[in-house]
């Protein structure tokens, strides 16, 4: 979530920047209308946007066995609860509570006003009569100006203009859009200054409206000075401002030409491709050749590929050529079948060639009663055995227990310590637990056992570790 409130607020300083470098002070007010409006939609929408690039995969697999088995006494490690999200959130929450109300609050505010007072509707406006002195301001097509000076026909014709270019243009839309924005970022400083520029923009187009109309401009600027202020608005309300009134004057006078116009667009193209290369996700996916464990754990890949088959088949056909009884494995072969052996559909590994039984494996009935507490540990030759056993195929305990001897673990079978190399002869007919020395975290030990341990067992025979 931070990284995306970071992406988003970095696209927006960037449309904000180019606003004031390059639009704000062009005659160009609706387009700028639209630039800033639109500019929200990208800015949270850029983070949003993912590549996928499909990149060829290394043809090493990388067991990654120690840092995904889940450890029994891995509390012992804990370092405390993190407590920071949970107080980051209720800041947050807060801050959207007291700013809604505030909105909920101005809202409320300006629909009793609209409620209480009178009003006299045309085709187009509703002018609410307010008994006390406000500057005129309007609310999508309600316009609010004080009912004496409107009774005794004090108000210019050219600030009715003004309102009414704000009523017709829908800017109360815009003013809404951005104030429940700014509840929801409340935080971020950014919104204040859009909301400032938005509103400005408004006033550039009431101006353009009333001066379209045939009005002088040194008259109407003459007005907008006798009835300028700088008395507190409502919020969500458009009124005359004297703080923009220099500015205002300024934009009147500029004439901007289709050129210059076009020039400001084109340039908006590079700015958008920089914002989508730099702030938008990339996802880095292998073709084909995954890693063993992490395919296990996903399971994106559904089915190999025909490449894929090939390749198995081939392997397949090596090793079930040679009688099982004298059957060597080499090791990368043997993880390379289980790995696409497990990338095969159901039908596939019906219509393709058999994955081969090393030694320990048996295709025996269920009605035989040899289980592995019948071999004499000692006498295991990890080549050549060939002992008749009830089957306990399972590829991925070969991968760990070889992974966990490529650690240095210690491997234990019964209470009695054995090599790594009878530990993987092991592997698929027993169950094992790893677990670290509580002593030495840094040693690891794998009980094994024809049952899986129980904690009471493990406790024992850990103590001589």
């Known amino acids: 979530m931070l990284i995306y409130i970071v992406k988003s607020s970095a696209c927006l300083a960037i449309f904000l920047c180019f606003y004031m470098l390059f639009l704000e002070k062009e005659n160009m007010h609706v387009f700028k209308r639209f630039y800033l409006l639109f500019a929200i939609a990208i800015a949270f929408g850029i983070p949003l ?37 949970a107080v980051l959130w209720s800041i947050y929450g807060l801050g959207v509570l007291v700013f809604g109300i505030l909105f909920l609050k101005s809202l409320t505010h300006v629909l009793l006003t609209i409620k209480h007072n009178t009003k006299l509707e045309n085709d187009h406006f509703t002018m609410v009569l307010l008994p006390n002195f406000v500057i005129p301001h309007t609310f999508f097509n309600y316009i609010f100006i004080n ?7 004090q108000i210019p014709r050219d600030v009715l203009l003004h309102e009414e270019a704000h009523a017709l243009q829908k800017h109360s839309l815009d003013i809404l859009c951005i104030e429940i924005l700014q509840v929801i970022f409340w935080f971020n400083p950014l919104m204040y200054v859009l909301k400032h520029k ?3 923009n408004h006033e550039f187009l009431a101006d353009q409206a009333v001066l379209k109309t045939g009005i002088n401009t040194s008259t109407y600027q003459n007005m907008l000075l006798a009835f300028s202020s700088n008395a507190l608005q409502p919020q969500l309300a458009n009124a005359i401002n004297y703080s923009l009134i220099k500015k205002r004057f300024i934009i009147m006078k500029k004439q901007t030409s289709k050129k210059a116009a076009w020039l400001r667009c084109m340039l908006l193209l590079p700015m958008l491709s920089f914002l989508l290369f730099s ?9 084909e050749k995954t890693n063993v464990l992490e395919f296990e754990s996903t399971g994106v890949q559904e089915k190999a590929s025909q490449k894929q088959i090939l390749e198995y088949n081939a392997l397949a056909k090596k090793y079930n050529g040679q009688p099982r009884a004298k059957r060597v494995f080499e090791l990368q072969d043997l993880r390379r079948m289980e790995y696409l052996y497990g990338l095969l559909a159901p039908l596939q590994k019906r219509k ?6 090393h030694p320990l494996q048996h295709t025996a009935t269920p009605d035989v009663n040899h289980t592995i507490a019948d071999i004499e540990i000692d006498a295991i030759d990890v080549a050549t055995i060939n002992v008749d056993i009830a089957p306990k195929v399972n590829a991925a ?22 090599s790594s190399e009878k530990a993987i002869a092991l592997a698929e007919v027993t169950d094992f637990v790893v677990q670290r020395v509580p002593d030495n975290p840094q040693k690891v030990v794998v009980y094994m056992s024809e049952n899986r341990p129980s904690p009471r067992q493990i406790k024992i025979r850990s103590k001589k570790y």
């Open 49 to 85: 946007v993912t590549f996928t690039q499909y990149v060829a995969a290394s043809t090493e697999t990388i067991p990654q066995i120690m840092g995904n088995l889940p450890l029994q006494n891995e509390a012992q490690f804990a370092t405390g609860q993190d407590y920071a999200p």
């Open 352 to 357: 393709n060639e058999p994955f081969p039984l």
């Open 198 to 200: 938005i509103k400005m």
């Open 147 to 153: 009912r004496y000076t409107f009774e005794t026909q």
């Open 279 to 287: 702030f938008s996700a990339k996802i880095l996916v292998q073709e």
């Open 397 to 418: 305990s070969t991968d760990h227990i070889i992974g966990l001897a490529q650690g240095d673990a210690i491997f234990d079978y019964n209470g009695k310590e054995i």
